[in-house]
């Protein structure tokens, strides 16, 4: 659309295969990236006519010829109506199999009107790993059948994952990295194109006058969004930036689960729109959104964010051993220590072997790193997060810093893990117990302080709880105290 538009407009077959519409739930990929490629040639070459009569029967051609001089001769040389009726009939048994289709009418469209075939599969990197490398090996099956170019867009950890170990490793190909631009830069253009989407409504919402929204009412909310995100307060787009490095979708999800989250409260900015007041949504609301979006309380499982302080282990389970292996990767890091691989990589077997002489057994940091790599906060040589299996080394991401260095440090975080923190000492347990009963009991809005005092409270116990917790551990760990 840009930089080759008139090239591949004037010389090329251009066809468009969206993977965000393949479900990957039974159905045959090839078959369904032959039916996608049918389709955008009709809608993006209608002078092709790929379903004409003249064009089916040179897209068949070669049957056409065998059947003329063979078995269907007779027929051809007393009734030619009738020998293409039957011919018909033969193109209807061809047609059936959509992959072989797709690549012949190509190939015939290709050589009548002397334009190349250019294939895109795209988004392909939203499927799972087993999924992209057949999407690679159907697009070399069309590149080969077709003399042609495929072009695959892949997120630059999928590329990485695939080359080493996936069908990319078996097939020479060439890359090119586009850099991603700032997450601060996105945002802002996201926040422009939505505000351009509501000014071309005339009127959003239903219901009596009190609740009709106008589209200068949202888009003045809008606007107060963008400069909560946008604004002085940098901890927003730090956030989202530190917990998903090297991505940009992910952060994006973020800030619309902030959008349409419960926990975020749009209603007071609606309010302040109506009052002609400022008003901006605090960041622990920003954090709580993300960390619970729909649910009321916060679960691991469910959550993108990760409890550091949740129990691992069996005999050797405590709540810092997650801190432990993420201290041990982070040890080395402010000494520059250089790797064969690059720098701040650590082998795991080191990782393994550090963390066992302070009481951790293997398989639990084997599974707190594996845990971790999935979670980003950690990341191998290979990039894989799957499956450790094939990997060597890790090194800690900026996930892992701003966990220790910023997240553990929010009420918001705090209040939220506490909920999902199995609790040691009975005494901590009812006395947490007994302050979120105050905190819960009242609804009224004039005991809202009160209410936060009890919320405030409840955290300082849990915090007492933990450095109670650490300070009975009988191995100190030097990395992270």
Known sequence: KILAKEQIDEHCLWAYVNFNLYSGTGEKLLPWVAEQILESLEKEHPSVDIDSWEMLKQIYHKEYERLRRGVLSPIWKKDKAKFEEKFSERIMTLYENTSDHSIRTLQAA?????????????????????????????????????????????????????????????????SYHVQAPRLEQIIAKRFKYAKKLICDQRLLGQGGNSHKLTPKEIDEVVSLLA?????????????????????????LDFFARF???????????????????????????????????????????????????????????????????????????????????????????????????LGLLPETTTSIITLLIKRRLLQTETQIREDISNSNYIRATSASLYYLEKLVYESAYIESILFDTPIENKEYFETIKKLSKHANDSEDSGERLNRLRFRLERNSVFIDYLIDRYNAIVTKFSWIQ
């Open 110 to 174: 290709s050589k009548k009107y002397g334009r190349r075939p250019f294939l895109v599969f795209d988004n392909a990197d939203q499927h799972d790993s087993t999924i992209q490398n057949d999407v690679f090996l159907v697009a070399q099956k069309m590149a080969q059948s077709l003399n042609c170019s495929c072009l695959i867009s892949l997120r630059e950890e999928s590329y990485w994952k695939n080359r080493d170990f996936g069908a990319l490793s078996a097939f020479h190909s060439i």
């Open 227 to 251: 400069k909560t995100v946008l604004g002085e307060d940098k901890r927003f787009i730090e956030f989202a930036e530190y917990l998903c490095p090297g991505e940009v979708r992910r952060p």
């Open 259 to 357: 959008m349409y989250s419960g926990h975020t409260n749009v209603n007071s900015l609606l309010r302040a729109v109506r009052k002609n007041m400022d008003l901006f949504i605090g960041f622990h609301e920003f954090v709580t959104a993300i960390m619970l979006c729909d649910r009321e309380y916060f679960s691991e499982s469910a959550s993108d964010i990760l409890n550091i302080f949740s129990i691992d282990g069996r005999g050797d389970a405590n709540h810092f051993n997650r801190i432990t292996v993420i201290g041990r990767v982070l040890r080395d890091r402010d000494k520059m220590s250089e790797s064969e691989i690059g720098h701040g990589f650590v082998p795991i077997h080191s990782v393994i072997k550090d963390c066992e002489i």
